[in-house]
Nanobody, 131 residues
Framework: QVQLVESGGGSVQAGGSLTVACAAS????????LAWFRQAPGQEREGVAA???????????DYADSVKGRFTISRDNAKNTVYLQMNSLQAEDTAMYYC?????????????????????WGRGTQVTVSS
């Protein structure tokens, strides 16, 4: 059974940094997408960053325009954990952050930051940025 467990959320002042983590378990696929989405109160869930396998081996990343240059997604394969390091946080980054996974696929289009691309979801971790 696939499980995604987020951790590391909290409160931080604007301009600060925070790292959230997602521990994935219950699968052994060599091809997968692991991504972060977020949802602010009253708003739709949106993609933030993805870390995905590519054809021929290796990995690549993708980011929403709103976080490029500020957020970094990374992965520890030994722990099957994906991290989202968030720098220069702004009040607009306040949201529940969700980890998501899709298995058995590779490449940019299969792992695009769209809710419909992902079958497995964590319960989320809250990030609050105060101005």
């Amino acid at each position: 059974q696939v499980q995604l467990v987020e951790s590391g959320g909290g409160s931080v002042q604007a301009g600060g940094s925070l790292t959230v983590a997602c521990a994935a378990s219950g699968y052994t696929h060599s091809r997968d997408c692991l991504a972060w989405f977020r949802q602010a109160p009253g708003q739709e869930r949106e993609g933030v960053a993805a870390f995905y396998s590519i054809y021929g081996g290796g990995y690549d990343t993708d980011y929403a325009d709103s976080v490029k240059g500020r957020f970094t997604i990374s992965r520890d394969n030994a722990k099957n954990t994906v991290y989202l390091q968030m720098n220069s946080l702004q009040a607009e980054d306040t949201a529940m952050y969700y980890c998501a996974a899709q298995l058995g696929v590779s490449g940019y289009w299969a792992c695009a930051l769209e809710i419909s691309k992902y079958n497995y979801w964590g319960r989320g971790t809250q990030v609050t940025v105060s101005s």
